[in-house]
């Protein structure tokens, strides 16, 4: 077996590994969930991750997939697709602040507004990330990014138990959320040396990579998404949030065989 095979092998262990451990505390965390907070709370998240996962999506400008499919790379190279995400994300980030009171308004929910502001800094942290994550995938290697990745979730997982514990509520959902992406942050500077550099060398040659992804993560935001863009607007938080329940648990299945 060639050195090549046997990392190949290793890495799909440690991804089947992860979905295995994601859908898993997924699953736990929804059932526990779902005696102890009103579906009315679910309702509100679901419309939360809802805008924030669209700021999210159009947030990717590709660099991993830039990184990884290119043949040869320099630091020029790592370090502008890193700065593209970062000015992107940057960007997306001003304008989901200056529009929140807008989607308050639309949902006609008052408390949106303060839970996008608070879940928006999602955004930041995760164009932060550092690109050495990017370089272990490129190396095949998947031992310490499945640790970094398990160990944000376990730890999301507890920081959401003991908030609902003392006080349920659906922040705690949200303050999950944002606990597992900035240990994804702070830990990815630990399991790789590199440290990225703010440069606009070859934006531009990026660019012309990403721009078409942007546009394919528009529309497949949208043909994914459409059922729950239609029922968070018509419909009351407590339905909302047993529709995104009863989808969650239906997708499970599919999930696990086909990954994210």
């Known amino acids: 077996m060639t050195d090549l095979t046997t990392r190949v092998l290793k890495s799909s262990f440690f991804l089947i590994s992860f979905r295995f451990v994601q859908r898993v505390i997924g699953l736990v965390s929804l059932i526990i969930l779902a005696r102890i907070l009103s579906p009315e709370d679910f309702g509100i998240v679901a419309i939360v991750t809802l805008i924030i996962g669209f700021f999210e999506t159009m947030s990717d400008a590709g660099a991993q997939q830039y990184l990884i499919q290119k043949q040869s790379i320099n630091r020029s190279d790592i370090d502008s697709a890193w700065s593209l995400n970062l000015f992107i994300s940057l960007g997306l980030w001003v304008f989901l602040l200056i529009i929140a009171p807008h989607f308050a308004e639309f949902y006609d929910n008052p408390e949106l507004e303060l839970l996008l502001y608070v879940i ?38 507890a920081c959401v138990m003991t908030i609902v514990y003392f006080h349920p509520t659906y922040w705690a959902l949200v303050f999950g959320t944002i606990v597992s992406i900035i240990i994804e942050f702070s830990g990815s500077y630990l399991i790789h040396e590199y440290r990225p550099k703010i440069t606009v060398k070859r934006i531009k040659k990026q660019w012309q990579f990403s721009k078409w992804l942007v546009l394919r993560n528009f529309f497949g935001f949208f043909r994914g998404q459409v059922d729950l863009i239609l029922v968070t607007k018509y419909f009351n938080p407590a339905t909302i949030g047993l529709y995104n329940m009863s989808r969650q648990i239906g997708f499970l299945p599919s999930n696990e065989l086909l990954g994210p």
Do not use: E
């Open 120 to 157: 928006s800094s999602v955004l930041i942290f995760k164009a932060l990330v550092s690109p050495g994550v990017i370089l272990l995938k490129r190396d095949l290697n998947y031992l310490q990014i499945f640790y970094l990745q398990v160990t944000a979730k376990l730890v999301s997982f």
